[in-house]
């Protein structure tokens, strides 16, 4: 097998409703698409049927596209990296039928990503700073679909030491923003409405969880019952206060993943804190969390935060090519006969 150190990886992710192609040479995004399946919206959530039969027709155009802006042929792909779990299973198969069936025609490697993995590793994309995060480092990943974090010891030995007892923490805004009147997702509707600078407070009942673990599902009940008891007071009660309740409920978030990620850093000594995942997009938690660096007791420890670049924290192709360029330079290639797995609770 041709084998180069300089390898141009393309990464497919199809595990949810994004359809998504990246096209990186060594750490440098080369090219980033994706289509977002908005068709979700009317069902309030995604519907895994139409997300696959979706992938299938997007993906060819979307891969077309992805070497017509990374000015490639496609003959110039060393090696095919595809999302194989965890996701919807339907969704997953269409993404890894299509990396199997450019596998087989370019005669090239095959590599299985792990998606919490590529979210992860996306913080070594090429940054114009060139700073990445140093090992040993603990990742907090807030999505649609996982709320962990993960002791990052290299790019292949992790560990989950806590994670969403129920509901992921984006799962959980985007039915709180469906109580608010929102489309799905909700998340960037919320964030949308924020901008009021004399806010009210508002305190909703935070679910007390042991050790590291979350529970979104008990703080999205909390939020519920609040709601429910000051409509019965005002009926507008929403309508009147909705900026005042999406700023609150951000903070809110922020207050309980920080509130984990403190006594992560105090039980472990490692101040390196990267954030991954769609709802890490949000600014209000990126500002909370960064407002840490001010914070006495982690000023002093060189307490560092890691951030992505917007487009590489919701579900992008560019994560899972960084990923199979890492693995790739392992020489860690995957069979053809490797088959998508839709759950997964351990590295
Ligand atoms: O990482 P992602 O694209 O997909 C999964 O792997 O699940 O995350 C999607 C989630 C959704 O719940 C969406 O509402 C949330 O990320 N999200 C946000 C923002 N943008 C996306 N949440 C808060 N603020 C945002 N700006
Ligand atoms: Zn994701």
Redesign the pocket.
């Known amino acids: 097998m041709f084998f180069t150190k300089n390898p141009i990886i393309i990464g497919i992710e199809s ?2 409703d ?1 359809t998504a192609v990246a096209i990186i040479k060594n750490r440098s995004v080369l090219s980033n698409v994706i289509f977002h399946q908005n068709v979700h919206k009317k069902y309030g959530g995604v519907v895994p049927e139409i997300a696959a039969r979706l992938h299938e027709k997007r993906l060819p155009i979307t891969i077309k596209k992805a070497l017509k802006l990374a000015k490639l042929n496609k003959d110039k792909i060393n090696a095919v990296s595809v999302t194989m779990g965890p ?1 919807l299973i339907n969704s997953l198969l269409v993404g890894v039928s299509f990396a199997k069936s450019l596998s087989i025609g370019l005669k090239i490697p095959l590599l299985s990503v792990n ?1 919490i993995q590529a ?1 992860i590793l996306a913080h070594f994309i090429k940054n114009s700073k060139n700073d990445y995060p140093l090992f040993p480092f603990i990742c907090l990943v ?5 709320t962990q974090i993960i002791l990052v010891y290299n790019y292949f030995h992790m560990k989950i030491i806590g994670s969403t007892l129920d509901n ?4 959980s ?2 039915k709180i ?1 469906k109580m608010l009147g929102f489309d ?5 509707a ?2 949308s409405f924020s901008k009021l600078k004399n806010y009210k407070r508002f305190y909703f009942k935070k679910p007390f969880v042991n050790g590291f673990n979350f529970s979104f599902s008990g703080f999205k009940s909390g939020f519920f019952r609040f709601l429910e008891k000051n409509k019965k007071k005002d009926p507008f009660f929403i309508e009147k206060n909705i900026h005042s309740l999406c700023i609150s409920l ?1 903070i809110s978030i922020s207050e309980i993943l920080i509130e984990k990620i403190k006594k992560v850093i105090s039980k472990t000594g490692i101040y390196r804190v990267a954030l991954s ?3 890490s ?3 209000i ?1 990126r500002k909370m969390f960064s407002s840490l660096k001010n914070d006495i007791n982690y000023k002093s420890k060189k307490f560092k935060l890691y951030l992505l670049k917007k487009e590489y ?3 992008n192709g560019a994560m899972i090519a960084i990923t199979g360029s890492i693995k790739y330079k392992k020489k860690l290639f995957d069979s053809i006969d490797e088959y998508p797995y839709p759950k997964f609770d351990k590295f």
Do not use: L
């Open positions: 595990s949810c994004e996701g998606h979210h807030i999505s649609g679909g996982h992921s923490v984006g799962e805004i985007d923003a799905y997702p909700g998340g960037p919320i964030e951000q995942g769609g709802v997009k949000n600014k938690i924290t919701t579900d």
